[in-house]
């Protein structure tokens, strides 16, 4: 037991003698502040909505002050023409646009036209139905009273001089009252300060899972270069396999605590189990390679084949771990060469 632990010792003194475990460790204690510091930018999560009125009727003037007016997750607004309304749509100022064509109101008003309002829309068009449904809200109750109020003047009905006032009062006392259908709200929802908060994104969580891996990696490396300098001669197969497993796992025991310190710094929720298993899997997986190389006949030769092949497996292990953006959902030949990497699955 003590030359176990005289070894273990050891090994850890020379792990924090390694460079690159300080360059890691400043790299994620970097981003961790640099993230924390920045703060977050808040911007409206209104849906800005382009509107055309090329009807230019006093009538269709009050229905687009009334959807300027509406109080809902839509910001209406209005625009003089229809190259305007595709600039905006292009430059991303508006999510969604409408165009009211030229006689839309006189339209309205017969029942055996079907009056249109032009929806154009975009790839990037948000919840497009779901406005214009908001712009049937503010249509119906007006065309609607006054479609029922001409049709029924073309009837030989003998009417009151104060007919439509009569019709008007009626027909708003049932469209504004529980009457016809009922919706209840345990609790209203208000949009009078809608707005989200963007914060630069920095994937601090992703570089500790490559990190983690990379200091296995470097400890397979020391393993590698005591083999080929005849260190591990006088000991025994047992002692040799413990070297193999150990100096990968002092190697990641410091990273991963950097690693814990970056994502409490960065408020980033992590399982602790699931880090575990990761270093425990990664340490294993360096286990198995320099086992591997060890069998690789020859002095002198393991470390320097090894050194030649990790920078290559780093930096595609970087590319197809997930690090900066998870290319395995572009398809799955893409999905599979990602899980030849361990920062894939972090």
Do not use: W
């Not at 997750?73 to 190259?83: C, G, V």
């Not at 999510?95 to 309205?108: H, K, R, V």
């Not at 920095?202 to 300098?229: E, H, Q, R, T, W």
């Not at 193999?244 to 814990?260: E, K, Q, R």
Request: negative net charge; charged residues 20%; proline residues 5%.
């Amino acid at each position: 037991m003590r030359i176990f632990l005289n070894r273990l010792y050891l090994c850890f003194k020379r792990s924090f003698k390694n460079p690159y475990i300080y360059v890691m460790a400043a790299v994620l204690i970097i981003m961790a502040s640099v993230y924390a510091a920045v703060p977050a930018k808040e911007s409206s999560a209104y849906i800005p909505v382009g509107i055309v009125d090329l009807d230019g009727t006093d009538r269709s003037a009050e229905i687009i002050d009334s959807l300027i007016e509406t109080d809902s997750i839509f910001s209406f607004y209005e625009i003089e023409d229809e190259d305007e309304l595709y600039t905006d749509l292009a430059s991303g100022k508006c999510s969604t646009g409408f165009i009211i064509p030229e006689g839309f109101t006189d339209e309205s008003l017969s029942v055996y036209r079907i009056p249109k309002i032009l929806l154009v829309r975009t790839n990037a068009s948000t919840l497009p139905l779901m406005s214009g449904e908001e712009i049937f809200r503010k249509l119906f109750p007006d065309l609607a009273r006054r479609i029922l109020i001409d049709s029924i003047e073309r009837t030989d009905i003998p009417l009151t001089d104060d007919y439509e006032q009569v019709l008007s009062d009626i027909f708003n006392s049932y469209i504004n009252s529980n009457e016809i259908y009922r919706l209840e709200s345990a609790d209203g929802i208000e949009y009078g300060d809608l707005s989200v908060k963007n914060k630069i994104e920095l994937p601090v969580y992703k570089f500790c899972g490559f990190f983690i891996f990379m200091a296995a990696l470097l400890g397979v490396l020391a393993c590698l270069n005591d083999s080929d300098n005849r260190i591990y001669l006088r000991m025994s197969r047992t002692e040799r396999i413990f070297m193999g497993l150990i100096l990968p796992a002092v190697h990641v025991v410091p990273v991963a605590a950097v690693s814990v310190i970056s994502c409490l710094i960065t408020g980033t929720v992590f399982s602790p189990l699931r880090l575990i298993i990761y270093c425990a899997a990664v340490i294993i997986l360096a286990f198995i390679v320099s086992v591997l190389f060890d069998l690789i006949p020859g002095q002198g030769r393991k470390s320097r084949i090894f050194s030649a092949v990790l920078p290559t497996y780093l930096i595609l292990s970087f590319l197809f771990g997930g690090v900066l953006i998870d290319l395995s959902g572009y398809g799955p030949a893409l999905k599979l060469l990602s899980m030849m990497f361990p920062p894939y699955f972090f």
